[in-house]
């Protein structure tokens, strides 16, 4: 075969046990690959025979992945079946999207022709252990042959850290808007027992610290002493989840703001919501965001990472400063 006929063989390793926004980027990402010279293939870990669901849902669409078995979450011998298998598959690119890919990218690359590309979406300080890794990979990133910034604020972040601007590639998390489309509309109000002229809001990510959700319970607090038609639902789970819990049931609003956890069809509960509230504190450039304004849901969002790259305030959008809860009183009550 012609060597200019040969198709580009990229590997994307990401360690994640669930389909969220990025894994839904991925999947779709290896599903319009096959209409370009291009070979993606998905690739995360299997800890105790446990193959992670994102990597069942792509596998299901007929698309090519791959796991790794690993003892545990920090299994170091990992790093050679990965150079293994990027050697034997003559993988040409090795993306990493995570702190604990980016590691083992910069180890199994080493010394082998695969280039390794690092995505930069964003940092979580979760806990000291989570604050370490974060504190970490920013030497790791300076170690990747090229970078992608999801946003430009975040490419930004990444020159501040000693980075050349000439190995970051901005390129803008995208969906597929075909696909919000497309979903069936699920009901929130049915699923919550919520009154019909009830106005929905909900948010959608991770419970940690810099996601900024006891911010947008208290502030809804606020609102429903000015509106009683308001319901909330922040989906998602984390370490932050019975915090939140907490605060809500001291002020005796169960009832009203609901964290029911996980959610894998957001975008059908996405389509019957009236608002999305991203209330982070940093960002890099939320999918969730991207699929509440391709469904024309109005969204309420701070001010922070990528966020002002794509919400333009008053305009397609509103953006708030973080924790301002005055401000977000007068908007949620209205």
Same mark, same amino acid.
């Given at each position: 075969? %012609?060597?200019?006929?040969?198709?580009?063989?990229?590997?994307?390793?990401?360690?994640?046990?669930?389909?969220?926004?990025?894994?839904?980027?991925?999947?779709?990402?290896?599903?319009?690959?096959?209409?370009?010279?291009?070979?993606?293939?998905?690739?995360?870990?299997?800890?105790?025979?446990?193959?992670? &669901?994102?990597?069942?849902?792509?596998?299901?669409? #007929?698309?090519?992945?791959?796991?790794?078995?690993?003892?545990?979450?920090?299994?170091?011998?990992?790093?050679?079946?990965?150079?293994?298998?990027?050697?034997?598959? @003559?993988?040409?690119?090795?993306?990493?999207?995570?702190?604990?890919?980016?590691?083992?990218?910069?180890?199994?690359?080493?010394?082998?022709?695969?280039?390794?590309?690092?995505?930069?979406?964003?940092?979580?300080?979760? %806990?000291?252990?989570?604050?370490?890794?974060?504190?970490? +990979?920013?030497?790791?990133?300076?170690?990747?042959?090229?970078?992608?910034?999801? @946003?430009?604020?975040?490419?930004?972040?990444? $020159?501040?850290?000693?980075?050349?601007?000439?190995? $970051?590639?901005?390129?803008?998390?995208?969906? !597929?808007? @075909?696909?919000? #489309?497309?979903?069936?509309?699920?009901?929130?109000?049915?699923?919550?027992?919520?009154?019909?002229? @009830?106005?929905?809001?909900?948010?959608?990510?991770?419970?940690?610290?810099?996601?900024?959700?006891?911010?947008?319970?208290?502030?809804?607090? =606020?609102?429903?002493?000015?509106?009683?038609?308001?319901?909330?639902?922040?989906?998602?789970?984390?370490? !932050?989840? &019975?915090?939140?819990?907490?605060?809500?049931? +001291?002020?005796?609003?169960?009832?009203? $703001? $609901?964290?029911?956890?996980?959610?894998? %069809?957001? =975008?059908?509960?996405?389509?019957?919501?009236?608002?999305?509230?991203?209330?982070?504190?940093?960002?890099?450039?939320?999918?969730?965001?991207?699929?509440?304004?391709?469904?024309?849901?109005?969204?309420?969002?701070?001010?922070?990472?990528?966020?002002?790259?794509?919400?333009?305030?008053?305009? %397609?959008?509103?953006?708030?400063?973080?924790?301002?809860?005055?401000?977000?009183? =007068?908007?949620?009550?209205?």
């Amino acid at each position: 075969m %012609n060597t200019t006929d040969k198709k580009l063989r990229v590997l994307h390793l990401r360690a994640s046990n669930f389909y969220g926004g990025p894994e839904r980027q991925l999947h779709y990402h290896a599903k319009y690959a096959k209409a370009d010279n291009t070979n993606v293939i998905i690739s995360s870990f299997s800890e105790n025979n446990q193959t992670p &669901e994102f990597i069942t849902t792509i596998a299901d669409d #007929n698309l090519e992945t791959h796991v790794f078995d690993v003892a545990s979450a920090y299994d170091r011998s990992v790093i050679q079946k990965i150079k293994s298998y990027l050697q034997e598959n @003559s993988i040409d690119i090795l993306c990493t999207h995570d702190y604990r890919t980016h590691f083992y990218g910069k180890s199994a690359t080493k010394n082998i022709d695969t280039k390794w590309v690092a995505f930069s979406r964003g940092m979580t300080k979760e %806990n000291f252990k989570i604050k370490f890794f974060t504190f970490f +990979e920013k030497y790791l990133l300076r170690k990747a042959d090229y970078l992608v910034a999801v @946003s430009e604020s975040q490419k930004q972040k990444l $020159i501040a850290q000693s980075i050349a601007a000439d190995k $970051i590639q901005t390129i803008h998390n995208a969906i !597929d808007i @075909s696909l919000v #489309n497309n979903i069936e509309t699920t009901s929130l109000r049915k699923r919550f027992n919520f009154p019909d002229d @009830s106005v929905l809001l909900i948010s959608g990510g991770r419970f940690s610290d810099e996601k900024g959700q006891i911010y947008f319970v208290q502030a809804a607090k =606020l609102a429903l002493e000015q509106n009683s038609k308001l319901r909330f639902v922040l989906f998602g789970d984390g370490p !932050d989840v &019975e915090k939140v819990k907490t605060y809500v049931n +001291e002020n005796n609003l169960s009832n009203k $703001i $609901i964290c029911p956890g996980f959610e894998k %069809n957001i =975008l059908g509960y996405l389509k019957d919501t009236d608002i999305l509230v991203n209330p982070s504190l940093s960002e890099g450039l939320p999918n969730i965001v991207l699929e509440a304004m391709a469904a024309q849901i109005p969204v309420i969002a701070t001010n922070v990472g990528g966020l002002p790259e794509i919400i333009d305030s008053d305009s %397609n959008g509103i953006l708030v400063p973080p924790k301002t809860l005055m401000r977000w009183r =007068l908007l949620l009550s209205n």
